[in-house]
């Protein structure tokens, strides 16, 4: 009972640890520090997705660090994964191609790319929980972004948030985010408007309200 314990107490660390530093990932795409510790996370895991998801995401934001440190990570999840998607991995490698943002390496895990998937049904939503650790995160970087008066910054956390939004049909970060902003008297341009349109037009596609 101890053991069992123990191993499930490991897995709530790692599944905590791999959800911070899946925001960290969000926020700041190109830091390869926090997609290591994220795919170390992973690695505790028992599922595979989680892993597949973090290394896809790895590979487009970190895709100019590829050829010097990419085998050593395939070393280091070697049988982790599905064979055929581990030697998938080192095949698009091994050509030193770019990942595209919709890609057949994405998981609902993935958080900078997403499924090549044009079916509705099987589009990706997140928890509750993960729309709110957004929501907060996003917010204290806009924030802090707009204290120091960086507007380059903001620019880039905004565009970064809406793909996240629309990729995901993440509608509830999307509001908290409004919401939070709007009490702080945030100027939203055209671009909040058009995610909103954009949520909007998917509704009626749909033929369904969410």
Known sequence: MIDLDFTKKMEITARHSFRYYSRQVFLSPNNIEYHEKRIDAALLLDEREPLQGALADFLYGCWYDIPYIFEEILDRIQGRLLPEVEQAFYEFTKKFDYIDRNSVFATRWSILVTPSLNNNR??????????????????????????????????????????????????????????RLGRSGWVFDERWNNCQKQFEQTRIKNGKKE
């Open 122 to 179: 099987q589009r990706l939503r997140i928890s509750s929980d993960d729309a709110k650790d957004v929501a907060n995160d996003i917010v204290t970087a806009l924030m802090q972004a707009k204290e120091n008066e960086d507007s380059v910054i903001i620019e880039r956390i905004e565009d970064e948030f809406f793909a996240h939004c629309i990729s995901r049909s993440d509608r509830l970060a999307f509001s908290l985010v409004w919401f």
